[in-house]
């Protein structure tokens, strides 16, 4: 990852989850002046601790991943038609994770 990307993304994570620095570092047991510092400078070299942020923000959007709203109608009207649709829903996304 580049390195501005990193201070990009953690300042997003920041806004949208609410979260302060210093919430952040004591979740992780990292300092939180090095938080700080990444937010507002960025970095100047990968750390075992810019990647403990970095594996913590990807699991968070993976875990909290909002589904566009069309989406999610579409599934849930073709699933109160036919419960039975689900195995084909899955097998048509999973072929598409592939891509």
């Known amino acids: ?11 997003a994570f920041l806004i949208d989850t609410g979260t302060s620095k210093n919430a952040l570092a004591k979740t992780l047991k990292i300092s939180q002046s090095q938080v700080s510092n990444w937010a507002n400078y960025g970095l100047k070299r990968w750390t075992k601790n810019t990647k403990k942020i970095d594996n913590f923000i990807q699991e968070y959007y993976q875990d909290n991943f909002k589904i566009p709203i069309e989406i999610e109608k579409l599934l849930k009207q073709i699933l109160l038609k036919n419960s039975g649709n689900e195995a ?9 994770k592939q891509l």
């Open 88 to 96: 084909h829903i899955l097998a048509i996304l999973n072929s598409i």
């Open 1 to 11: 990852m580049e390195y501005l990307h990193f201070k990009k993304q953690l300042n």
